[in-house]
T-cell receptor, first 113, second 117 residues
Framework: QKEVEQNSGPLSVPEGAIASLNCTYS??????FFWYRQYSGKSPELIMS????GDKEDGRFTAQLNKASQYVSLLIRDSQPSDSATYLC?????????????FGSGTRLQVQP | GAVVSQHPSRVICKSGTSVKIECRSL??????MFWYRQFPKQSLMLMAT?????????EQGVEKDKFLINHASLTLSTLTVTSAHPEDSSFYIC?????????????FGQGTRLTVV
């Protein structure tokens, strides 16, 4: 079983719709959760971080965390073609920053104009 | 967010030569940096953890004599691909975690596209 699992997609949504990206993780000790966006040929860029159960909103993005279910999701409202990219879920335990994040394999999102 | 700068962004080298890639944290000190490799349409693969002032920690299956890592200062880590071969052609990305309050987010360099001919 992979430590962080994501559906590879592609997830195709029409422009203006809500895109829902999901991620599950196996380590119950995970404390920090991140969503990264990676355009083709580019390096990942941080979109959201979430550390406690519930929802966290930032603009069109909402991250949701449920530690009991070991589940984290990312909602993108009013999806735009420019949101088309691969979205990577990453987790880590409580640490001092000396450990690498554990990444999922990513979900490719396609927003259709 | 914090800024991590990686250089060069692209490099083409001949088989058998060595290539050095630099990773700098521009506005924070990074005692630890991470090196990843990514093949087309695949996810990030952690190669090694670079620790300032000490030896790097390599992931299983990564040859430490081939991928030399030096982390001589709190803002600079280098990855040298020695005796490069075409199968080493890949996208190499460095990362550093920026500690802010009780959390530490990871920021990535721009990546280096290595092509070995």
């Amino acid at each position: 079983q992979k430590e962080v699992e994501q559906n590879s997609g592609p997830l195709s949504v029409p422009e203006g719709a809500i895109a829902s990206l999901n991620c599950t993780y196996s380590d119950r000790g995970s404390q920090s959760f991140f969503w990264y966006r990676q355009y083709s040929g580019k390096s990942p860029e941080l979109i959201m971080s979430i550390y406690s159960n519930g929802d966290k909103e930032d603009g069109r993005f909402t991250a949701q965390l449920n530690k009991a279910s070991q589940y984290v999701s990312l909602l993108i409202r009013d999806s735009q073609p420019s949101d088309s990219a691969t979205y990577l879920c990453a987790v880590t335990g409580m640490d001092t920053g000396r450990r690498a994040l554990t990444f999922g394999s990513g979900t490719r999102l396609q927003v259709q104009p | 967010g914090a800024v991590v700068s990686q250089h060069p962004s692209r490099v083409i080298c001949k088989s058998g030569t060595s290539v050095k890639i630099e990773c700098r944290s521009l506005d924070f000190q990074a005692t630890t940096m991470f090196w990843y490799r990514q093949f087309p349409k695949q996810s990030l693969m952690l190669m090694a953890t670079s620790n300032e002032g000490s030896k790097a920690t390599y992931e299983q299956g990564v040859e430490k004599d081939k991928f030399l890592i030096n982390h001589a200062s709190l803002t600079l880590s280098t990855l040298t691909v020695t005796s490069a071969h075409p199968e080493d052609s890949s996208f190499y990305i460095c990362s550093a975690r920026y500690r802010r309050g009780g959390s530490s987010e990871a920021f990535f360099g721009q990546g280096t596209r290595l092509t070995v001919v």
